[in-house]
């Protein structure tokens, strides 16, 4: 299995060397050349490997398809080791539930952070270790958060002798509890850099000093953002695990609702489809920063700028530039590398935005792609995480919640639907008391986590700044 850039960049690469190099050298992402297909004989092996082996099974099965340069048997062991009971709290790793016939939420919050990123991020720490010994190699992790992805990052990699990690955030937009989860952890090979502005503009600071090829080889950078091929690919996973615990046989088509901000966790659907699972459509759920909703709506894409990017009570969608939107884009131009250049280098670059309602690709992502959108509010997931409450005796976040509002919009009482868990509700303490007037339930493992000291460094969104900070700080040669 080769892969190639989004942008057209001629070289092919295998799945370990673009592991450790996050983006592509044309400033791409990396999608596989193509999808591997999963037939109807192979479909139910694997429901049959999930309810007798497991999820790390399947994980496996999966993961084999992709991955053909890293042995069978060390590959079997990773998945083992990131996917045990012990991690996640629970056999099942990712367990469904049923509100009623017909609706579910696949959870996703029994990971060591209570938030879906584990579910990448676990493997994603244990395949990082295993190359790196494998080459005699280190690696200097930078990333990006809105509130998720770096406490998960950061617990996967902590105490790891071949990584560091440099994890930017914007100052003061995270949640207490995210804020907590990422700047107690004092481990010598973790730093958090608290960035004066939006998610967008830390996630501008990684692909900015990711794009700078001669510092990227210097200081072996690598990324864990979803930007990262094999994060990516460990989310397919629980698409499948999902399909399998709420439908009976494969003939069942299923509708997902995803709570979206980088594009990252839909786009695994979008690959789980492409390979052959029965999802109908894929719902795409935004919040107050609709830019993805507007384009499933009218076909026009535009950026915001930090003072255009609204600060909601579901704070990780705050996210107006959405990285992985453009692996699906270059899927939606028929795999044209040189047109999604265009799109997405000169055009968001010079004009912040691109417009493909009048094309016939902008149908495919209907026709072909299954593809649907809706927006929510902070009334909207107020009054959500009430009708979860109450009518169902279910505690949800406030991403989940926008989740599930979109869900019921477009909720077709013929087709089973399954909504995306994103967090536990104690990491938005605020807003769920505000919905409900008490505060969520407190895993005791949290019980003085707001009490810890604290470390973390306050700094411009400046590029040469950040970059100056990882080459003091860097594992060298």
């Known amino acids: 299995m080769k892969y190639l850039s989004t942008r057209g960049h001629a070289e092919r690469k295998g799945f370990s060397d673009i592991l450790l190099e996050g983006l592509a050298p044309d400033g791409g992402l990396y999608l596989p050349q193509s999808y591997p297909q999963v037939d109807a004989a192979t479909l139910t092996q694997w429901r049959l490997t999930f309810e007798s082996e497991g999820y790390a099974q399947l994980a496996f099965c999966i993961l084999e398809r992709f991955i053909d340069d890293i042995p069978a048997a060390d590959l079997h062991r990773l998945c083992h080791a990131a996917y045990r009971t012990e991690v996640f709290g629970d056999p099942r790793i990712a367990p469904a539930r049923t509100l009623e016939p017909g609706l579910h939420i696949l959870g996703l919050s029994n990971g060591p952070t209570v938030a879906f990123k584990d579910m990448a991020m676990q493997l994603l720490g244990h395949l990082f270790e295993y190359e790196l010994e494998r080459r005699g190699d280190h690696l200097n992790v930078l990333g990006a958060t809105s509130g998720d992805t770096g406490s998960a990052a950061e617990y996967a990699m902590r105490g790891k002798s071949r990584i560091q990690v440099f994890m930017t955030s914007p100052h003061g937009r995270m949640s207490p509890f995210q804020q907590a989860q990422m700047f107690t952890l004092l481990d010598p090979n973790i730093h958090n ?73 839909v786009c695994a659907a979008h690959v789980a489809r492409m390979m052959g699972l029965p999802l109908r459509h894929l719902v795409v759920a935004t919040n107050e920063n609709d830019v993805l909703d507007e384009f499933f709506k009218t076909g026009r894409y535009q950026v915001r ?34 047109r999604t250049r265009s799109l997405f280098g000169d055009g968001l670059s010079q004009n912040g935005l691109f417009d493909l309602s009048q094309e016939p690709a902008f149908e495919r992502s209907f026709a072909n792609y ?13 009054r959500t995480i009430q009708l979860a409450n109450e009518r169902w005796g279910d505690w949800i976040d406030p991403h989940t919640a926008d989740g599930l509002k979109v869900a019921l919009e477009h909720r077709d009482p013929s087709v089973s639907l399954m909504v995306l868990e994103t967090a536990l509700p104690i990491k938005f303490s605020e ?47």
């Open 370 to 382: 299954g593809f649907l959108s809706g927006k929510s509010t902070h009334s909207d997931r107020i």
């Open 193 to 265: 850099l608290a960035i004066e502005g939006v998610f967008d503009d830390c996630q501008d600071l990684v692909k900015a000093v990711s794009n700078d090829l001669g510092f990227k080889r210097q200081y072996r950078i690598g990324t864990v953002n979803s930007i990262n091929w094999a994060r990516l690919l460990a989310q397919v996973v629980y698409y499948f695990a999902g399909y399998f615990q709420v439908t009976q046989s494969n003939d069942q088509p299923l509708d997902v609702c995803v709570p979206s901000g980088n594009f990252g966790n």
């Open 431 to 477: 807003t769920m008391f505000e919905a409900l007037g008490q505060n969520p339930p407190l895993p005791e493992r949290f019980a003085h986590l707001m009490q810890q000291p604290k470390q973390f460094q306050v700094m411009p969104a400046d590029v040469d700044l950040i970059k100056r900070y990882i080459a003091e700080h860097a594992l060298k040669v």
């Open 305 to 338: 700028n930090a003072s255009q990017t609204h600060e909601t009570t579901s704070p990780s969608m705050d996210i107006s530039k959405a990285s992985n939107f453009e692996r699906f884009i270059f899927d939606l131009l028929g795999r044209d590398g040189a």
